[in-house]
């Protein structure tokens, strides 16, 4: 029963650091008035995420070297001190945002265990026909985190004259706005340092006895692991598969709010839109790792089905918001089904995509894998929210980011040549 509860630790981990990060986004109307951030200070708080993976190798280094419970102490560390930063009772508004920006960058910094954990703990402590499944709910509770901020954020804070229709609002103002922003905080902090607790009391590295094959086997050294991923062509392409529309749509989720201001979208739709879209992708995507488990050898077959479907969604997001173009209907229910399906066909991927990762470079470590193309991935959405900090007043080019990406992924999986070499070690060399 031990594995049941390293999965449950990493995975309350990895959903409070999602929560932490997108604490700003859904509620960025509330902030300004507030705390007095601009929309470059919004952009900023969300930039902080991609920001925190420069260190992500050495992150790798040390899950590869020290082990699982040293990097994830580490880590808790880092989110506990981030969240109580953000806490510091300062009347002068400007020392207030300077600890809040950096409580955003110490969480930013703990998002590349968080994000690049799940496979090496799922081959540590998971036998070959849980795998999957196993990686994909310590995976994809990092999002569900980032899920439960568009529902907390709008429904304890309430929004600004003039951007909602609740009957709070009228009653609201600045101070009592702040106090409900800042009762969040608190509530944030505090779970924070409950799991920092708890995987400070038990959280072991790894198991008395190895689950599998692969999981007791020699893997290679940190050095040759980056020569054989950077030399290695299959390895490149799917990388660039995820790291393209998985950032860019991580970057459009962080200001999901500031993208459907302009469309009279309220914050509370706003957030419920967010919500349900990352809520679906996190089922979805569990019952497809559980699909892969018992069916092997499955995995590209399943990519093809997500990033289609992920490309017609998006494309039908782009096409309503250009309602003076196209003459769509631009609805409430057409926005939530579009961002809800897309959201289902990309979050669901990931999970299937870190698979594919191990199996196509294995003996490298999980570790170092996953952590090369996250590190891809919050590249992309670096870049992206970069762009955003100059150009925010008009959101197009943002939307048509989102089919074009997802189109390019769905070529490169195409092309892609899929081996099973983990799992061939695992059910042949056992045998």
Known sequence: GRRGLVLLLFSLLGFAQGLVWNSWGPIQNSARLAFGFSGWDIALLVFWGPIGFAPCFFFMWLMDKKGLRVTVLLTSSLMVLGAGLRCVPVS?????????HGGQLLNGLAGPTVMN?????????????????????????????????????????????GTSHLPLVSQSNTEHIKDRIEAVLYAEFGMVSLIFSAALAYFPSRPP????????SQRLSYRRSFCRLLSNFRFLMIALAYAIPLGVFSGWSGVLDLILTPVHVSQVDAGW??????????????????????????????????????????????????????HLPLTTATLYTS????????????????????????????????????FLSNVFMGVLLFF?????????????CLPGSCLLSLLLILCFRESYDRLYLDVVVSV
């Open 92 to 100: 002068d508004l400007e020392i207030r945002k300077k600890l809040i």
């Open 273 to 326: 839109i967010g919500f349900w879209s990352i809520v679906g992708g996190c089922v979805v995507g569990i019952a497809m790792a559980r699909f892969a488990d018992f069916i092997r050898g499955m995995l590209k077959f399943i990519l093809l089905l997500l990033l289609s479907g992920a490309t017609l969604a998006s494309t039908w997001f782009t096409l309503t918001c250009l309602t003076s173009v196209t």
């Open 388 to 400: 955003l900090t100059f150009y925010h007043t008009e959101f197009s080019w943002f939307n048509w």
């Open 117 to 161: 954990a799940a496979p090496f703990l799922s081959t540590t402590w998971f036998s070959p026909d849980e795998r999957a499944t196993a990686t994909a709910i310590a995976s994809l509770l990092n999002y569900l985190g980032a899920a439960g901020a568009f529902l907390v954020g709008p429904l304890v804070v309430p929004s600004p004259n």
């Open 209 to 216: 006895f190895p689950p599998s094959v692969a999981a007791a």
């Open 339 to 374: 961002c809800i399906l897309l959201g289902i066909f990309l979050n669901s991927s990931v999970p299937i995509f870190f698979e594919l990762f191990v199996e196509t470079v294995y003996p490298v470590p999980e570790g170092i894998t996953c952590g090369v193309v996250t």
